[in-house]
C-alpha cells in the first residue's frame, strides 16, 4: 500500500526532515508511527497526502509512483485517502450531519447516496443519533467520532491520522483506537501517528519509530 525508497526530505530552511527513508506497509495493516516531537512523522504523512515531495527518493502509494501524480490527479488521488487531525477540524456553523457528507459532495456524490453512506459512516461511529447537532454541542471524544466518520465516509483504502487521541483521555484514546481498529478489520490501511507508546504497546500491531527523520525500528511487516 505504501512503499518508501530511500526518502529524504529538505525543508527550504534547511532543516533535514527525514533522511534517506525505506520501509512499506502492506494493504490492510495497521500501523503505528512514534517518534518525538520533530522525529518526522507529520513530513511522512504529508508526503504520501503530496502536501509536500520529496527532496529525493520515491514515494509509492497503491503501486504509484507518487512522483508522476501531478495537477488535477492530485485531487483525484487524495479522494481515495481519509485524514484524521488532532484537533478534527470540523466546520462548527454545520451540523455533523453536514461535516460527514463534505468529502462525497465536494466528490460529486448523488444526494441519496449521501445520505445512505454518511449515516453508515455515523452509525459506525455510533452517533447516528446526533447528526442534526451542532460539533460545538459534542464531546471532545464525540467531536473526534465525527472526525473520524468524515475520514472514512469515501471508503478509502487508506487512512492517515496525525496524533487523533492527543487531546483525549487515557479512556477516550481507548475508545478511538477501537475504532481504528474495527476500520482495520474492515480492510482499511491505517498509519497512525501517536507519541502515546503505552496505547500502541496495547493495541499490539507494528510500532515503526522515527529518531530524527530516520527509521529507528518496525520499517517491515515483521
Ligand atoms: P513530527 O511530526 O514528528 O513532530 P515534523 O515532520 O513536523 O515532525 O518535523 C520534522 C522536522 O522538520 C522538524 O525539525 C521541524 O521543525 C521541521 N519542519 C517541519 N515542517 C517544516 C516546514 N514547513 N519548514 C521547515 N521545517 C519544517
Ligand atoms: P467528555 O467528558 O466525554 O468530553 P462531556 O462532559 O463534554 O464529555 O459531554 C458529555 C455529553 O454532554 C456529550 O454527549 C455531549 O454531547 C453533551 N454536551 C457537552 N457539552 C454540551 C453543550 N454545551 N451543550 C449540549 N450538550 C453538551
Redo the contacts with the bound molecule.
Keep these: 500500500m505504501i512503499r518508501f525508497h530511500g526518502v529524504s ?1 529538505r ?3 534547511g ?4 533522511s534517506r527513508v525505506d520501509f512499506h506497509i502492506e494493504r490492510g495493516e495497521m500501523v503505528f508511527l512514534t ?12 508526503l504520501i497526502m503530496l502536501m ?1 515531495r520529496p527532496t529525493s527518493g520515491q514515494v509509492i502509494v497503491g503501486g504509484r509512483n507518487t512522483e508522476r501524480i501531478r495537477g488535477n490527479g492530485i485531487a483525484h488521488y487524495r479522494r481515495d485517502i481519509g485524514v484524521v487531525f488532532q484537533n478534527h477540524q470540523l466546520l462548527f456553523d454545520r451540523s455533523v450531519f453536514d461535516n460527514v457528507a463534505l468529502p462525497l459532495q465536494v466528490a460529486g456524490f448523488q444526494t441519496a447516496d449521501i445520505g445512505r453512506r454518511v449515516r453508515a459512516a455515523l452509525d459506525k461511529v455510533g452517533l447516528l443519533h446526533k447528526e442534526k447537532l451542532k460539533p460545538i454541542t459534542l464531546s471532545g471524544g464525540e467531536q473526534q467520532r465525527v472526525g473520524i466518520a468524515r475520514a472514512v465516509v469515501n471508503k478509502p483504502a487508506l487512512v492517515l491520522a ?2 487523533p487521541t492527543g487531546n483525549l483521555d487515557p479512556d477516550l484514546s481507548a475508545e478511538i483506537m477501537t475504532l481504528f481498529r474495527q476500520f482495520n478489520e474492515l480492510g482499511m490501511t491505517l498509519m497512525i ?1 501517536t507519541h502515546d507508546i503505552e496505547l500502541t504497546q496495547r493495541m499490539n500491531k507494528r510500532v515503526m519509530s ?1 529518531e530524527h ?1 530516520r527509521v529507528l525500528a518496525g520499517g517491515n511487516p515483521s
Design positions: 526530505k525543508y527550504d530552511t532543516q533535514e526532515a527525514l517518534g518525538h516531537s520533530g522525529a518526522g512523522k507529520s513530513t511522512l504523512m504529508k509536500e496525525d496524533e501517528a522515527l527523520g
